[in-house]
Structures are given as structure tokens and as C-alpha cells.
């Protein structure tokens, strides 16, 4: 979602990140090797998201709204869904405006445009962290997730390679009725379940399609 607005996905084709190994910036193992290089590293993806604006996409999904109960279940870590005016969303994978307690994870603060530094401490006196699911980690919010899509009458997945689990799991547990609609510029190479309908092409250039789609199901 948040590529077209100047927004590095997360992996690309080589497992690099902004030129790092994920596993080096993304993992407990690599905070725990190097945290201030993992600290400048979302100290760099925040002040990105903070430069960035969301795109029609975001915007498209938000206008949804005026017809639809609209759930966004988000693998990003950016704001944009939220500044793009959508009002209910759940972040799988965390949020990178915010710090958690490498002690206490429940303790959670709002960064707003703050970085976090090698010595910051939460009240318990534990170092900060990016408010971020790393590999080798629980999602938790991975129930609320199942939850929305088993009540869901439409599912839209958007720009996701689904190769990253539990995420990618979650087109499994929709009802058997519900319209699923997959849109990714390579959607229609996907080996995808049966009833999935493709669209081959990003956010942004699937708006019409999918006003199509979705107003005619009203």
C-alpha cells in the first residue's frame, strides 16, 4: 500500500532491506548484536513515514467508509492508513511512530516525530525499542485479524507478496461466500485459492476496478 508513497516495502527480491539483511535490523538477535544500529535504522524509517504522504490508495480505502464497514488490517508499520482518513485499522506488525519496553512490552508510548536512542528508558528504567514485530515473535494481534476476516463479506488484499506468515494465512479464514479480491502487480502468477479473483496491478492503478467491483455488490 504504501509504496507509491515513497515507502520502501519491506523485503525485496535479494532479502534486502534499505541495504540491510532484514534479519540484521528485524530480528531480537540483531538488537540484542547491535541496537544502535538497529535503533538508527527505524530512526531513519520513521523520519521517512514522517516525509511521506499517503497516496490514492490510502485515500480510496478511507472513502469506503461512506458505503461499507470497513476493517484495514495492515502489515505496514507506517501511518498512512490513519492520515489517509481510514478509522479502524489493526496493525499486525506494529507501528513505527510508537516505542515499546524492552522489559515491560505492554508499556507502549507514542514517539509523534521523536526518535528513540541508545539510553532512552521507560519508566521501569529498561531501554526502548521500535514498537515492531521482529521475526521470531508473536503477532498479537493476529486474533483481532482472524476475527475480522471470518466476519467479512469482502476481503480486498492489496499489494502483499503472501509470503510472510501468519499474515498470509489470513485469506484462509473467510467465509466460504465472501468476495475475495487479491490486487499486486503479480497477482495473476500467484498460485492463489480457488475463488480468489486477481487484479494485476498496484493500489493505485486498481482504484477504477475496484470501485467497479465493490459498488456493484451494494
Not at 504522504?53 to 508499520?77: C, K, M, R, Y
Not at 479502524?88 to 524492552?102: D, F, M, Q, V, Y
Request: proline content about 5%; some cysteine.
Amino acid at each position: 500500500m504504501s509504496a507509491e508513497s515513497g515507502i520502501s516495502t519491506f523485503r525485496d527480491a535479494g532479502g534486502l532491506w534499505e541495504g540491510h539483511n532484514v534479519m540484521e535490523v528485524a530480528s531480537p538477535e540483531g538488537f540484542a548484536k547491535d541496537p544502535e544500529l538497529v535503533l538508527e535504522f527505524y530512526n531513519q524509517r520513521r523520519k521517512n513515514v514522517r516525509e511521506a504522504e499517503p497516496n490514492a490508495g490510502h485515500i480510496f480505502l478511507a472513502s469506503l467508509e461512506e458505503h461499507f464497514d470497513v476493517s484495514i488490517i495492515t502489515q505496514n508499520v507506517d501511518d498512512l492508513h490513519e492520515r489517509g482518513g481510514s478509522t479502524h485499522i489493526t496493525h499486525l506488525h506494529g507501528e513505527i511512530r510508537k516505542a515499546e519496553s524492552t522489559g515491560a512490552p505492554s508499556w507502549i508510548i507514542d514517539l509523534g516525530d521523536k526518535d528513540i536512542e541508545l539510553g532512552d528508558l521507560c519508566k521501569y528504567g529498561h531501554q526502548l525499542r521500535p514498537h515492531i514485530v521482529w521475526f521470531g515473535e508473536a503477532v498479537p494481534k493476529m486474533e483481532d485479524a482472524v476475527q475480522e476476516v471470518h466476519a467479512a463479506d469482502i476481503l480486498l488484499v492489496i499489494g502483499t507478496s503472501l509470503q510472510v506468515y501468519p499474515a498470509a494465512g489470513l485469506l484462509s479464514y473467510a467465509k466460504p461466500h465472501t468476495k475475495r479480491i487479491l490486487v499486486d502487480p503479480k497477482a495473476q502468477e500467484m498460485d492463489l485459492p480457488k475463488g480468489v479473483e486477481p487484479i494485476n496491478d498496484t493500489a493505485v492503478g486498481a482504484i477504477d476496478r475496484l470501485k467497479e467491483l465493490l459498488m456493484n455488490s451494494l
